[in-house]
């Protein structure tokens, strides 16, 4: 949901160190063993991950940190040629491939990613794989330096399905590249724009610093930070230790909290207030509800306690439903046979393949 369409492709861009693989990350781990990803169902199914633009130790890291189901999926370090590609899908059977990154797979198969007939020939290919096996995916891309683009010609955003960019609002590129603490909201808001056919959708995320949640309501800072401290976490180290949030991010939302009355400060002791929150803090704005969304499951999405920025997408019950599970249909690649294979008993992968080598999952989990 939000980011992955069966059967279709999806072209994810952001600023550098945005947080896009960490989306990505996310939402991989929870399509690995099924689960709620930003308050919607998915999964399971297998995914193929080509980290090919980072070290695959931190990719392993980032799927255990977010509990990946080490059975369904496979991170394969090498960039793939389109007959790497589809023999890697035939053997799986995956349910979504991410390529991370576009510009990684494209590098040295193309002059210039500004030139339509280039990036045409360059990316075709893949492509038709990707729709010859109707298979989902992922392209990581760049964004552009003011963010509200992908980088490159027209024609990459003509060829996918879907464009989501994930932007950083009221942040200028000025801020992000020079110094990301000017504004301390900075690294926990996000917004998720979502666009393509019959699609169109702009959702603002929140990110506390190990993981994105749907707006801010009850599952935001803001709201971490008060439940906290009424549960007791009276010290600014010890909020950011429950709220697993950076400990500036921390300490400036309690100043700003103490400064609504939602909060009190007696020294270094914080405190709720025995009655209420504030002249701000009683009103609960539930998120409207949403049919035939980017999930395309035609059911409603859950109403979020607290405040929300959720907007409503399109409704269209094209294209065809996400990898979700529940309403529709089960997807085909909801279970699948190994087709030969090898998966080790202990979660280790051996990848299969064209120039596949044996992959020790818990041995990069533990590397520096």
Same mark, same amino acid.
């Given at each position: ?131 010859? #096996? ?6 990581? +891309? &760049? %964004? ?7 980088? !490159?010609? =027209? ?121 209420? #929150? ?6 609960? +704005? &539930? %998120? ?7 999930? !395309?499951? =035609? ?70």
């Amino acid at each position: 949901p939000f980011l992955v369409l069966d059967g279709r492709v999806t072209l994810l861009a952001a600023r550098e160190k945005a947080g896009k693989s960490t989306l990505l990350g996310q939402a991989v781990a929870t399509l690995s063993r099924g689960g709620d990803f930003l308050g919607q169902r998915c999964g399971p199914g297998k995914v193929i991950w080509y980290a090919i633009d980072e070290a695959a130790g931190d990719a392993v890291r980032r799927l255990n940190a977010y509990n990946a189901d080490g059975d369904s999926v496979v991170i394969q370090t090498q960039r793939p040629t389109p007959e790497h590609l589809r023999t890697h899908i035939h053997e799986f059977q995956p349910a979504l491939v991410v390529i991370d990154t576009l510009t990684e797979l494209m590098f040295g198969r193309l002059q210039s990613d500004r030139d339509a007939m280039d990036m045409s020939r360059a990316l075709g290919p893949f492509m038709d794989v990707l729709r010859d #096996t109707n298979t989902a995916a992922v392209l990581v +891309h &760049h %964004a552009t330096k003011d963010g509200r683009d992908y980088r !490159g010609s =027209g024609q990459l955003g003509a060829k996918v399905d879907v464009i989501a960019l994930l932007g950083i609002p009221g942040a200028n590129s000025e801020q992000v590249d020079d110094d990301p603490d000017s504004d301390p909201e900075i690294e926990t808001r996000r917004v998720l724009a979502v666009r393509g056919r019959g699609l169109n959708g702009r959702d603002r995320l929140h990110f506390d610093g190990s993981e994105y949640q749907l707006g801010e309501g009850e599952q935001g800072l803001t709201a971490r930070i008060v439940r906290a401290v009424r549960d007791g976490a009276s010290s600014v180290n010890k909020v950011a230790e429950v709220v697993k949030g950076r400990r500036q991010n921390v300490s400036t939302t309690i100043t700003r909290l103490v400064e609504e009355g939602k909060l009190m400060r007696d020294g270094n002791t914080l405190r709720a207030p025995m009655f209420g #929150t504030g002249s701000s803090g009683g009103s609960a +704005h &539930h %998120a409207k509800d949403v049919a035939g969304t980017t999930s !395309g499951t =035609g059911a409603s999405a859950p109403a979020t306690k607290g405040e929300t920025s959720r907007e409503p997408l399109g409704t269209t019950r094209e294209p065809p439903h996400a990898l979700t599970g529940t309403s529709q249909p089960t997807p085909r690649t909801g279970v699948v046979p190994e087709f030969g294979v090898s998966i080790a008993t202990n979660g280790n992968h051996h990848r299969t393949g064209p120039g596949a080598e044996p992959f020790d999952w818990s041995s990069l989990d533990g590397a520096a």
